[in-house]
């Protein structure tokens, strides 16, 4: 079976959002960031070469592919920020129609800038996200 190619790294995030090039972009990262360390109590960590990862979990198929990935987190792509979150948990919804100005596709949220969304309403949507996840989880791993 092949090897997760996204895997937490010893990268520095601080030297990725540094190397944005776009300054609104990489203050935008800087702010989403700290948004993500403070709503999941977790510290960001690289995954592969462009994700700032918080948190870790640990999944498995019934397929037997397993792995582990992180809760949440963001990746600066070359239009939006991708931000990635459960596809769905208790709110998330109403959360994303007062969050403002954004696109949606399964499991990543992508923004063009922060200044366009609710960043109350965003911190809200990491956490509950988080909690999702790690409510599957536990419930997974009990065999629930």
């Known amino acids: ?12 995030v601080d030297g990725y959002i540094a190397a944005i090039n776009d ?27 462009s994700i700032v990862g918080f948190g870790s979990y640990h999944y498995k198929y019934e397929s037997g592919r397993e792995g582990d ?21 208790p709110g998330h919804d109403e959360l994303l129609a007062k969050l403002g100005k954004h696109k949606m596709a399964k ?14 309403v965003l911190a809200q949507l990491v956490a509950g ?4 996840r790690k409510r599957r989880n536990d419930q997974a791993q009990s065999g629930a």
């Open 1 to 12: 079976m092949a090897e997760n190619k996204t895997k937490a790294t010893q990268a520095s």
């Open 23 to 49: 300054e609104s972009r990489r203050k935008d990262c800087e702010a989403l960031a700290k948004l993500m360390a403070k709503a999941t109590k977790q510290q960001p960590t690289m995954w592969g070469t």
């Open 69 to 89: 990935s992180c809760l949440t987190g963001f990746s600066s792509r070359k239009g939006d920020i991708s931000i990635y979150l459960m596809a769905s948990f």
């Open 107 to 120: 499991a990543c949220l992508y923004v063009r800038k922060l200044s366009d969304v609710d960043l109350k």
């Open 129 to 132: 996200s988080v909690a999702e």
